[in-house]
């Protein structure tokens, strides 16, 4: 098994998350994987002596998203321009499904940079030193957009979230 | 973290396409350079038709040149030479006069009877 199979068996799954998550389209988290796994072909050497892969492969999908927003001349939100691609995995439960759907749109009316903190702290399990590392920010601006980011999920789940708690 | 907090980091993202592997992995497979491209081609040329084959051609080559190199060349090719060659070539004076005589004695063969009259040869001819 090569280099890049090795690390795209360990982490795809992970990067994927993330930046359909702040891209909301298939298409362009497809092509950031793509862009990522082209680029660790190329420069190999860029893995070297790295104590977390995960949090650099995922400081490189933020980097990307951010250039491909930049790209786009006017900062797009991507959450309110693609919101119909499903990010959580389907479920049959119909009152679980809504609430996916529901924290997804939630997920979707957070700014990118909360979004993004909240994403690598929920469903990536990193510290607020490791995400402050990701997203090169200070350590205290990653804890407190997340409790921001958090604050308004809770505020707009509340309803569905007590209902089927 | 809360029970909120927990309760969302339960609920799993959606899966990475399947095809996503093969296409990715493809993408970034290295691409040859330059030099391995040229090698590959000259490799793949030199390789056809068999290489005992193209040993055969520069042996005969080989063999051409060494025959072309060991026999007379210049003045000893005409020595050798079995067509009749009689020396050097004439100059253009003996030419002509040789052609006068010539044209000459077939004239008078031809007509049986009187000479006819050879070339006299002016000055601008000579």
Not at chain 1, 9 to 24: E, G, K, M, N, S
Not at chain 1, 63 to 81: G, K, N, P, Q, Y
């Amino acid at each position: 098994m090569s280099l890049l199979e090795r690390l795209y068996d360990a982490h795809a799954q992970a990067l994927y998350a993330f930046a359909i998550d702040l891209t909301r389209r298939e298409a362009d988290a497809a092509d950031i994987l793509q862009a990522i796994f082209c680029h660790l072909a190329a420069k190999p050497a860029l893995l070297n002596g790295l104590q977390d892969e995960r949090a650099f492969l995922l400081r490189m999908v933020y980097t990307r998203v951010i250039d491909a927003a930049r790209r786009r001349a006017v900062r797009l939100r991507f959450a309110e321009s693609e919101s119909a691609v499903p990010i959580f995995a389907k479920i049959e439960d119909p009152d679980e499904s809504s609430f996916r759907e529901a924290l997804q749109s939630s997920l979707g009316a957070l700014p990118e940079d909360q979004r993004a903190v909240v994403h690598l702290k929920l469903w990536q399990n990193l510290t607020f030193e490791q995400i402050a590392a990701t997203l090169d920010i200070p350590s205290n601006t990653a804890a407190s957009r997340y409790r921001y980011g958090i604050d308004k999920l809770r505020t707009l789940l509340r309803p569905l979230y007590e209902e089927i708690r | 973290m809360t029970l909120f907090e927990n309760r969302l980091a339960d609920i799993p993202h959606r899966e990475i396409p399947v095809e996503l592997r093969a296409r990715i992995l493809a993408a970034a497979r290295p691409r040859p350079s330059f030099f391995a491209l040229l090698t590959a081609i000259l490799k793949a040329l030199f390789s056809f038709p068999h290489p005992l084959a193209w040993g055969a051609v520069a042996a005969c080559w080989a063999v051409i040149t060494i025959l072309n190199f060991s026999g007379p060349r210049g003045e000893e090719l005409y020595a050798v030479t079995p067509k009749n060659y009689g020396g050097p070539l004439p100059s253009a004076q003996e030419y002509f006069v040789r052609q006068a005589e010539e044209h000459s004695l077939l004239m008078s063969l031809l007509a049986g009877a009187e000479p006819v009259p050879t070339y006299q040869l002016r000055p601008q001819d000579l």
